[in-house]
């Protein structure tokens, strides 16, 4: 008898008809996402995997402290890495300098940051007793691990990215300090994004644009509001029908408030950044880890493609540390506990009047 097939609904996905991607620095999520790492592991794992494929992503500057760098110094270097193009566009005069500042993969064993397993745990884990029975010939676990790409890596922030990866012509930098206009600069996006078309059944090619401070204060943009909204709109009707992704920064106080609501309506991605007031004694009280901290991460909205489900996180506000003061981690913010010895608890008292003198009864 044959094999009957199971039947579909009109509603359902094919899944079988999505390709699983076999690209370094790619990897496949769910409702046939393909997905590309932020450069920082728990932010990826916090946002479901990383940057979706065509999403537009927008980083909130704080004036206090420069925090948005780290973010997107992670997110270059990732790209970098993983051989994929990318287009940089700065305020800066000279916007190539800036890619000697980018950060290194880790590659020694005692600078991995917390949590990595070890070299020699990797793999197959079995007890002792049953390893006779294994054929001499089982493939080596390690090796295959350590051939393989990783999605995402641990960059040593104190050490700088080797400058074959660079100085590649893959990488276009652009800056946009003296530009009167943003006709040049999208035509320049434009060109880029020409290199990655979208294309379900192929993403061996994706890449990256980072432009950092849009409406800096040293580009004269202020009163060219319209025209930079313009070009987001424009940007992400670009990167949507792409293989890439954009991230781009901006300082919000520098923007009406209207003009700055509309900039966070059109993100896929939405983040903050703040820094942390010096010597805030109460917020030391508050927090816990108050020391190590370094800057807060805001989450404010998570791209949803292919999907209308809606995402929930468990936190949205996360502390920035560096650990070993190289590596960038994440964590949730946790209260600090508190001293059982300040204050009265609630049980001290066994009566509900302060003027009865009795310790059995209550008296309303």
């Excluded at 946002?47 to 973010?71: I, R």
């Excluded at 434009?190 to 432009?211: E, K, M, Y």
Aim: aromatic residues 8%; hydrophobic residues 35%.
């Amino acid at each position: 008898m044959a094999a009957t097939k199971p039947r579909l609904s009109s509603f359902s996905r094919n899944l079988s008809a999505v390709p699983s991607s076999q690209t370094p620095g790619v990897k496949c999520g769910p409702n046939g996402t393909m997905f590309v790492s932020s450069g920082i592991p728990d932010l990826d794992k916090i946002l479901g995997g990383g940057f979706p494929l065509g999403s537009l992503v927008m980083v909130m500057e704080d004036a206090e402290a420069p925090h948005h760098m780290l973010l997107l110094r992670n997110f270059m270097s990732q790209g970098l890495v993983h051989n994929q193009p990318l287009f940089y566009a700065s305020p800066a005069k000279d916007p190539r300098a800036f890619l000697g500042t980018l950060p290194s993969p880790s590659t020694s064993k005692d600078e991995k940051p917390r949590g990595s397993v070890p070299e020699q745990e990797k793999g197959l884990r079995i007890a002792w007793q049953y390893k006779k029975y294994m054929p001499e010939n089982q493939p080596n676990f390690d090796s295959q691990s350590d051939n393989k790409q990783v999605y995402c890596n641990d960059f040593d922030l104190r050490k700088p990215l080797e400058r074959h990866y660079h100085s590649a012509q893959h990488v276009d930098c652009v800056s946009i300090q003296d530009s009167t206009n943003f006709i040049a600069l999208k035509d320049r996006c434009a060109t880029f994004l020409a290199q990655f078309p979208r294309n379900d059944a192929n993403s061996s090619c994706t890449g990256r644009i980072a432009i950092q401070s849009f409406c800096a204060p040293q580009c004269e943009h202020s009163n060219m509001e319209w025209d930079m909204l313009s070009f987001i709109k424009s940007m992400k009707g670009m990167i949507r029908s792409s293989n890439a992704v954009a991230v781009i920064t901006f300082p919000p106080s520098l923007l009406s408030l209207s003009s700055s609501k509309r900039w966070q309506h059109l993100a896929d991605t939405l983040l903050s950044v703040g820094a942390i007031p010096d010597e805030d004694k109460e917020l030391a009280k508050l927090l816990a880890g108050y020391q190590d901290m370094v800057g807060f991460l805001n989450i404010h909205k998570v791209a949803r493609i292919n999907t209308q489900v809606p995402v929930i996180l468990d936190a949205t506000t996360f502390s920035i540390k560096l650990h070993k003061r190289r590596f960038l981690v994440l964590e949730c913010i946790n209260q600090a506990p508190v001293d059982g010895s300040s204050g009265s608890s609630y049980g001290t008292s066994s009566s509900c009047s302060s003027g009865s003198s009795k310790t059995g009864t209550l008296d309303f």
